[in-house]
Structures are given as structure tokens and as C-alpha cells.
């Protein structure tokens, strides 16, 4: 179980799900450079993760920007929006009577995914979330802006497992300062590290994958 000193960022885990060499170019090697897609998602979440920004709706509180972390994981960071919804179950909050149900929404510029890269970063939210305040979180939220649509995500045991192994790999590779040969593919050119990668040009040598299974 890594210390806190050692918490990767959660945020992480959608790029490592769609690119393990994206993931380790950003988060081991500290490199970034912004294109359009990666602007335009900085400038939603400058609206969505203020802290100041908090609502209240008949039953439900709409709180920002909540920083989360999960010793299980070892990741940790900050939630975009989480509406605390009046029911039966859920937990406390100070000066409100009642309980009240964590329900997580992240927000996302594009249009839903055919993979589960916004999925397996919802997930581990809501891992984080449950392990903040100890209870179980049934469902979370993904809103995307340019289709303007909520889609709710079932929170179920086999896509836990994946974060927690997805987890255990990014760690592995952190710890060890892996960064895969670049393998080119459809989405290449919409990666904000396309010509620092050099997809293209890079040659293939012995897999992350085959290093983390051993072979």
C-alpha cells in the first residue's frame, strides 16, 4: 500500500487506460504540450472545480473541486462536482438534517467513448469517494458538453477490479520509471503529444505489458 507521499494523481488513470506511454510521457517523464482538445478541456474545468461554487436545489447540495484520496488505490485528487442528494441513506452533513447520498458527476468536452477510459476515471473516483466517508456508492454521473448528455454509470465489482489493477500497473510503472515505445494508432493525431511521441519512428522493443506479466 503506498504512502501518501507516494499517491499517484487520479486523474491519470483515463490517460494511462487510453495510452500507457501518454500516461508515462505526462506523469514520469513531465511532459506536456496543450492542443485544442486539451485547451478547451483546462477552460471547463477552471469553471467546474471552483471551490466557491456551491448550490443548493430543493434536496440536493451541489459541492466542487473536493479534494479525495484513496490509500487502496494510491491515487489522489480532486473531484469535479458531487451532489449530495436527500434520501434514505447516505451520510451526515453539518447543520442539515437528514442523510445525504454522494453522487459523483464528471464533466467531459467531447462526446461519450467507445472504451472505458471516462469510465475507469469515474470509477476510481467514486473508490475514492467511498473511502472518504465509508459507505457505497451505487451509480456516478458523466456529463458531456458537446452532446450535452448525462449518462449514469452502474458502479459495479468487475469494474472496481479493473481500477484497482490499472492502479497496481501505474504504480509499477512509476516506480520502475517505464515508458513504452510508441506504437502508432488511430487516435495518435489527437494526442496532445503526438509530435513529441513520434509515434511513427519510435521501434518496438520488449512491451510494458510482457515487463508487468513478466515475461
Known sequence: MPAPDDYLMLSGIQHFYFC?????LIHIEQVWSDNSFTAEGNELHEVTDNPYLKEKRKDIIISRAIPVSSKILGLSGILDTVEFIKGD????IANKQGLWMPNV??????????DNRDVVQLVAQVMCLEEKYN???ESADLFYFSTKKRESIAITDKLKDEVRD???QMHIMYENKLTPDAEYFKNCTMCSLY????PRLTK???????????D
Open 20 to 24: 500507457k506511454r501518454q500516461w508515462a
Open 89 to 92: 441513506k447516505g451520510i451526515e
Open 105 to 114: 458527476v464528471e464533466y467531459k468536452r467531447g462526446k461519450s467513448k467507445k
Open 135 to 137: 459507505i457505497n456508492i
Open 166 to 168: 490499472i492502479a497496481e
Open 195 to 198: 509530435d513529441l511521441c513520434m
Open 204 to 214: 518496438k522493443k520488449k512491451s510494458v505489458k510482457n515487463y508487468l506479466l513478466g
